[in-house]
């Protein structure tokens, strides 16, 4: 694996052909990605790690195998996992034909890394077996991203929680919720010249977000809307096409507060080590078929300008700029679908303050790319 071109800034990280008022030409855009693919110089090798893929036959599995071999990641051999009724199916990846196994307790001998997105509660009781026989356990869900030691993770915003952490012994490693990864994309550079004080985020939540079933019904009731039919609710608890509501996760009575919104106030505490840092946010669930959206508006410790808050963005590994005023051309969830990088625009100060300290900007991200499977397998990158 010595080939393998490992440090951060020789990655994805590096390639940043933003302007500082403008948006990214297509050409740098297919520039940049294949500079990305030729940093990466092993694919199928005998001295790479094993993989498995758990939950394989998901939005998030299905992305994680395009993400491998868009990366060209270096790996021996793969397994690729799901629950016992996909179980004999088969599934073409870089070249070859595998079969798909049961995914059991007896999965992870031999195995290096084992990329997680079959749910919480497999992960509760899976990850920790793979870890004791040895696997890195890269999770996508929930289930260990506020345990106490295991490090939750953005690759370009905290790798150092990761460091001790090899492959040869097992361990898990969290992957964060995708709201959560987009938004400290676009937030973290800002953080880090002025202090971010206060945080309020507003999503605009995309079906990728709920999975693909998800992603099903809403193509579904816009057909059937648009034949004049009754749109039928099975994922969601109301009409998904054509409307809006809030996002579906479990709701705290007494706070008013779903899952989805406190994930983002206590994973962005643990990213930035960080318990101070005030965050209040409200997420929509909006009919969109991929790719998540964010305002957020930001108080800072310090004064910054909108100069120094494009000149920080810029400079970020990961993050796009859409800031054309004039055309009123600022970031959408289609610019960001399928694309590595989170995009930022509608940069401006916050009129509202009398202090050069408040800024509001739009952030949109692919939720399952980077908000998902991407992050995680910059993740298992840095273990190489």
């Known amino acids: 694996m010595n080939s393998l071109c490992v440090s951060i800034e020789m990655r994805s990280f590096r390639c940043n052909n933003n302007s500082r008022d403008g948006l990214r030409t297509a050409a740098a855009q297919k520039k940049c990605s294949r500079q990305l693919k030729l940093n990466v110089s092993a694919a199928k090798t005998s001295n790479g790690p094993k993989i498995a893929i758990v939950g394989v036959t998901g939005a998030v599995g299905q992305e994680f195998l395009t993400v491998l071999k868009e990366r060209n990641f270096p790996y021996s051999d793969i397994k690729l996992l799901a629950s016992a009724r996909s179980a004999g199916k088969t599934q073409e990846f870089d070249g070859s034909t595998y079969i798909i196994e049961e995914l059991t307790e007896d999965s992870f001998k031999g195995i290096d890394i084992a990329l997680f997105s079959a749910g919480g509660s497999i992960s509760k009781k899976l990850g920790p077996v793979a870890a004791a026989a040895g696997s890195i356990v890269v999770d996508n869900s929930s289930a260990f991203r506020m345990t106490e030691g295991v490090p939750l993770i953005i690759p370009e915003v905290n790798p150092q929680d990761m460091a001790h952490i090899k492959i040869g012994k097992g361990a898990i490693i969290a992957n964060p919720n995708c709201s959560t990864i987009i938004a400290l994309m676009a937030v973290t550079p800002l ?194």
């Open 191 to 384: 953080h880090r010249v002025a202090t971010v004080k206060r945080m309020i985020v507003s999503t605009y939540q995309a079906a990728s977000g709920a999975g693909a079933a998800a992603m099903e019904e809403l193509r579904q009731q816009t057909r059937d809307v648009l034949d004049g039919k009754p749109a039928e609710p099975k994922i969601f608890p109301v009409q998904y096409a054509f409307n809006l509501f809030s996002h579906n996760s479990g709701m705290d009575v007494e706070l008013g507060y779903n899952e989805e919104e406190m994930k983002l106030v206590k994973e962005t505490r643990k990213i930035w080590s960080n318990s101070s840092v005030k965050i209040t946010a409200t997420c929509i669930r909006v009919p969109v078929m991929r790719a998540h959206a964010e305002s957020i508006n930001l108080e800072f410790e310090n004064d910054i300008s909108e100069e120094q808050a494009l000149e920080a963005l810029s400079k970020f590994p990961g993050v796009s700029i859409i800031n054309d005023r004039k055309n009123n051309r600022f970031p959408t969830p289609l610019d960001a679908t399928t694309q590595d990088n989170v995009f930022v625009g509608r940069v401006r100060r916050d009129i509202s303050r009398d202090d050069k300290k408040g800024l509001d900007l739009f952030v949109c991200g692919d939720q399952i790319k980077k908000g998902a499977a991407l992050n995680a397998v910059q993740i298992a990158e840095l273990l190489l």
